[in-house]
């Protein structure tokens, strides 16, 4: 059976283990969902490790692709792209400025979709107009209904256009052309502990979130990871920083001259 990862803000508590549920286990209505399923191998190693960390390692499933716009002056664009593939669809309000589409597709399970559904958003010339994060393993979305922190509005359905589904060809990722580090530096692993603790004023958020990605990335921890803590420490300070920009930060970042590592096995 397949089950998705279920949370009520974009980050976990530290040591909070994920939740694992179907639709109709859940005590309570959720504000984010993971973007692909997992099944029961996938469930399985999540289980075993408290954690979604190494699930790129494994098949995810999914009959929707998501996309997911945050500015506002890329909606008219994106819709007319989606529009052309005369599939079946959904299109919500995100409660912000944003929009959401739900693109009815073949249901697939393979390590391969994240990056294929990757693939296929950049084949049709919209890679640059949204949120292309969610694209992997353990992302996340808000769920329809849920309640934006910042506006108090809803995820609602605005309108629903009735077609076939979407056939997404599979898409194997490119290996990695640079040094895979398994394990990471240990030293670099503590100064990353050390400075996930650190509060910073205004004016000094920058350059710390660039640090804690250089040590996170000698640690051994994979960009994407880097992410979710950057989302984490970002959500301590005082005021934090909206979401948008740390994303942009990140990718910033990514762009950079940083030597990328692989996941480490190490518990953080």
């Not at 059976?1 to 508590?13: F, L, N, S, V, Y």
């Not at 399985?44 to 996309?67: C, D």
Request: glycine share 8%; with cysteine; charged share 25%.
């Amino acid at each position: 059976m397949i089950k998705h990862e279920w949370r009520m803000t974009p980050w976990r508590k530290e040591k909070e283990p994920p939740l694992i549920a179907t639709y109709d286990e859940l005590d309570c209505l959720y504000t984010f969902r993971s973007v692909y399923g997992y099944p029961e191998k996938t469930q399985e190693y999540i289980a075993a490790t408290g954690a979604v960390r190494g699930v790129k390692n494994f098949p995810v499933q999914s009959s929707t692709l998501y996309i997911d716009v945050d500015e506002e002056e890329n909606i008219e664009e994106v819709q007319k792209a989606i529009d052309n593939l005369g599939a079946g669809y959904s299109r919500y309000d995100t409660g912000n400025r944003g929009a959401h589409w739900h693109i009815d597709t073949a249901n697939i399970c393979h390590n391969w979709l994240p990056n294929s559904h990757l693939e296929f958003v950049r084949s049709i010339g919209i890679l640059n107009l949204i949120d292309d994060t969610i694209y992997r393993h353990h992302s996340i979305i808000r769920c329809p209904g849920a309640v934006h922190s910042k506006t108090g509005k809803i995820k609602k359905l605005t309108s629903r256009v009735e077609g076939p589904v979407l056939e997404i060809p599979l898409v194997k990722p490119k290996e990695q052309a640079y040094e895979i580090i398994e394990e990471g530096d240990p030293e670099a692993l503590l100064d990353f502990q050390r400075n996930l603790l650190q509060f910073r004023g205004e004016g000094k958020r920058h350059g710390h979130m660039f640090i804690l990605f250089q040590s996170g990335i000698r640690a051994g921890l994979s960009s994407d990871e880097v992410l979710e803590y950057l989302y984490w420490w970002n959500s301590r300070q005082n005021p934090s920083h909206k979401e948008e920009a740390v994303l942009k930060k990140w990718k910033g970042f990514c762009g950079g001259q940083i030597k990328k590592t692989s996941t480490t096995n190490r518990t953080l």
